[in-house]
């Protein structure tokens, strides 16, 4: 079991294998809202009716619009900025590996991020973490997503 939640850590690369069972976050209550999802849609030119149409959106099994899954995965970003590593010459998010949507985000509801450090490895030019974060929902039992990220601090 992890350490109790924590807003953000600092350490250095010589540190960050200590962290191992840290948990970060919990972010921030935030809502999605329309506007965001919209924003989204445009940018990726995915229009599917569950995401931009309210109207149509409420006759389907999800009651109304719901935050596309990328754009959901991406809210998982905010917890891993609670990590910083000081001597690293730069940060960056390397990938994911199994990522899953257990629900969906539904356009008005509160989400938050949490994740805790799970392994940390070096790799030619620095370290790697592996990362389980997830994108809780305000009164949901289930996630909107849960993914082990990777992230890498190169020396």
């Known amino acids: 079991m992890g350490s109790p939640a924590t807003s953000g850590l600092t350490t250095d690369l010589a540190g960050l294998p200590v962290l191992v ?3 970060l976050g919990p972010t921030e209550w935030t809502e999605i809202t329309q506007a965001q999802v919209d924003l989204f849609a445009d940018l990726t030119d ?5 995401h931009v149409d309210s109207e149509r959106a409420r006759q389907s099994p999800f009651g109304g619009t ?3 899954g990328f754009l959901t995965l991406a809210l998982v970003a905010p917890v891993t900025q609670l990590l910083e590593v000081t001597d690293a010459k730069a940060s960056i998010n390397y990938g994911l590996e199994k990522v899953r949507f257990p629900a969906p985000l539904p356009v008005g509801k509160r989400w938050r991020a949490t994740a ?4 940390v490895t070096e790799v030619k030019g620095g370290v790697q973490a592996k990362v389980s974060a ?6 949901s039992d ?3 997503v849960v993914a082990e990220v990777l992230l ?3 020396a």
Do not use: C, Q, S
């Open 21 to 23: 069972g840290t948990r």
């Open 66 to 68: 719901i935050a596309h």
């Open 152 to 154: 890498r601090y190169l």
């Open 46 to 50: 995915d229009h599917n009716f569950i």
């Open 134 to 139: 997830a994108v809780e929902i305000e009164d």
């Open 142 to 144: 289930r996630p909107a």
């Open 116 to 119: 805790e450090i799970r392994e």
